[in-house]
């Protein structure tokens, strides 16, 4: 609920996972996954890496692309990585502010609860 009064402090919602332990989960599950020797999943995460690579576009704009597509289909987990890809390849604050604001524009105000968590993120790797 936007302006209300409640007594909630936002941090603690997302908060409760630090970035190291997002990595550290994320890591491991994604071994379990291609340890299963399924050639389809192998294939679709070769596919997944190979997206973001640097081609007629450069990975920070596909960063960027994938963060804005991340928002709008509401994937948290998917938002923090791109998160921290953009911030890994020199997106600024104010460039994230403007993917943000496509990616509402796109999504509409379903994404801004989505929006909250992204800049959350954003805090957490810019301030360490």
Do not use: W
Not at 20 to 26: I, K, L
Not at 36 to 53: C, M, N, P, V, W
Not at 55 to 65: F, H, I, S, Y
């Amino acid at each position: 609920m936007q302006g209300s009064s409640e007594n909630f402090d936002g941090n603690d919602f997302e908060r409760a996972i630090t970035m190291d332990e997002f990595d550290r989960y994320r890591s491991e599950m994604n071994e379990k996954l291609l340890d299963s020797g399924h050639l389809g999943i192998k294939r679709f995460f070769a596919l997944d890496t190979q997206a973001y690579e640097d081609g007629a576009l450069d990975k920070r704009t596909k960063e960027l692309m994938g963060l804005v597509g991340s928002v709008v289909l509401r994937c948290d987990d998917c938002i923090t990585y791109h998160v921290k890809q953009c911030a890994a390849n020199g997106v600024t604050r104010e460039q994230f502010m403007d993917a943000f604001n496509v990616a509402l524009v796109v999504g509409g105000s379903i994404t801004i609860p989505h929006l909250r968590r992204a800049v959350d993120k954003l805090d957490q790797i810019v301030d360490g």
